[in-house]
């Protein structure tokens, strides 16, 4: 991997590599007031680098905390290249969407099988472990749950059993192969602090507020070997969201309900949350019984340029080390898993769409980019006991 590339989109922003100053008439309304001024902006120069990873990840990480991506079937089938960063510094994959309830459940009775065991025997021929990811969670469900809830035959216990049914089908099917399971995504609101800071999902609504304790009894029973963790977007930046969790978990675990870790997420940008609030965060979870693993790892640079300049590539460098370096706090990590393999393949990156985020490790050449060596740098000071 030790090639040249530029952080550019394409031959048209190559081109641009000079700096050039551009007068900007700038309007702004303040308060009912026209402001209007001259502004010197300058454009964006796009970054060139030539990064070498001379330590694969999975090894700077020192082995005991797994480093792993979120993938997709058809690049682990058509894209030699995204194969090759893959198998050269992961060591865990997470289904990006081939194991939610909207991809297995086509109908009601039946479950389509081929990309999530094409996913878990992958990681097997590869040594790599699986995170299965995820059980329950409101979006991505199959269309024929709107039919199924507009039933009233359906009661609280017809949801139960479904629920359960589908768990169990999942879990049981890879029991064993599967080391940890996202059995609940996204469960609690962000910013409540209060009694009640339940996700009004569909799930809590038929079933209440059992059905989070219910659905890892259920994963336990069908596979006691493995991992279960909350998994939830926000918890590195908002505290209550955090504390909620954290309560309902310990709570849980005080009935013998078998819940083994937190999953942050981590979708964080360039510039939030500040870095010490993750590390807040990491010492709240630390006085807690549990296993840590950021799930879901990617720093978006913003969306507002199309160039991705030297700028935004040192700070995001900066950024994914500051980032490791305050989960590296939480004395149970036990995982580091990017949302993606490589720019080209992350959900936040759409530049067809006119939104540009960079987030992941490498570009859209597939070449590493100045954040992935401050990352290996990052997992081996850090990371690597
Ligand atoms: C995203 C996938 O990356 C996209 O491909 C899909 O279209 C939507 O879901 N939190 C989660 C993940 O827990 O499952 C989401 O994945 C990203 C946010």
Redesign the pocket.
């Known amino acids: 991997m030790d090639r040249e590339r530029t952080g550019a989109l394409d031959s048209k922003h190559r081109a641009r590599k000079k700096i050039t100053a551009m007068l900007v008439l700038v309007i702004a309304l303040t308060a009912g007031n026209i402001i209007v001024g001259i502004q010197v902006q300058e454009q964006a120069k796009p970054a060139v680098y030539n990064i070498s990873l001379e330590t694969p990840f999975k090894e700077a990480a020192g082995g005991d905390v797994v480093i792993g991506a979120?993938v997709h079937t058809w690049g682990l089938k058509t894209d030699t290249q995204y194969r090759a960063i893959l198998e050269t510094h992961f060591n865990s994959i997470t289904p990006?969407?081939e194991m939610?309830m909207g991809l297995l459940r086509p109908n009601q009775t039946g479950f389509y099988w081929d990309n999530a065991d094409y996913l878990v025997n992958y990681a097997e021929s590869q040594n790599m472990t699986v995170h299965g990811?995820?059980l329950v969670?409101h979006?991505?469900v199959p269309g024929w749950l709107d039919e199924f809830s507009a039933d009233p035959a359906n009661d609280r216990e017809a949801w139960r059993a479904m629920l359960k049914h589908h768990i169990q089908t999942v879990v049981g099917r890879y029991a064993g192969r599967v080391h940890a399971w996202d059995v609940v995504?996204?469960v609690v609101e962000m910013g409540f602090g209060g009694e009640n800071g339940y996700r009004k999902t569909v799930w809590y609504e038929k079933i209440g507020v059992d059905y989070i304790k219910d659905a890892f009894i259920w994963a336990h029973e069908a596979d006691p070997s493995a991992k279960l963790y909350v998994?939830d977007?926000g918890i590195c930046s908002d505290l209550n969201k955090l504390d909620f969790t954290l309560k309902l978990v310990s709570q849980l675990q005080g009935q013998g309900v078998p819940i083994h870790g937190i999953g942050f997420?981590g979708?964080v940008s360039l510039y939030g949350p500040p870095v010490d609030v993750i590390r807040q965060a990491v010492a709240m979870v630390n006085s807690y019984d549990v296993d840590v693993w950021v799930t879901?790892l990617d720093i978006s640079v913003g969306g507002k340029t199309n160039i991705y300049s030297t700028f935004l590539a040192n700070r995001q460098a900066t950024r994914y080390a500051e980032v490791v370096e305050a989960f590296s706090r939480a004395e149970r990590l036990v995982g580091i898993s990017t949302?993606?393999v490589y720019d080209g393949s992350s959900?936040l990156h759409r530049p067809e769409q006119g939104v540009f985020q960079w987030p992941l490790l490498f570009d859209e050449a597939y070449a590493p980019k100045p954040c992935a060596a401050s990352f290996a740098t990052a997992l081996s000071t850090h990371v690597a006991r």
């Open positions: 979120a990006e969407n939610k990811h995820t969670w979006s991505q995504n996204e998994n977007y997420q979708h879901e949302w993606g959900w």
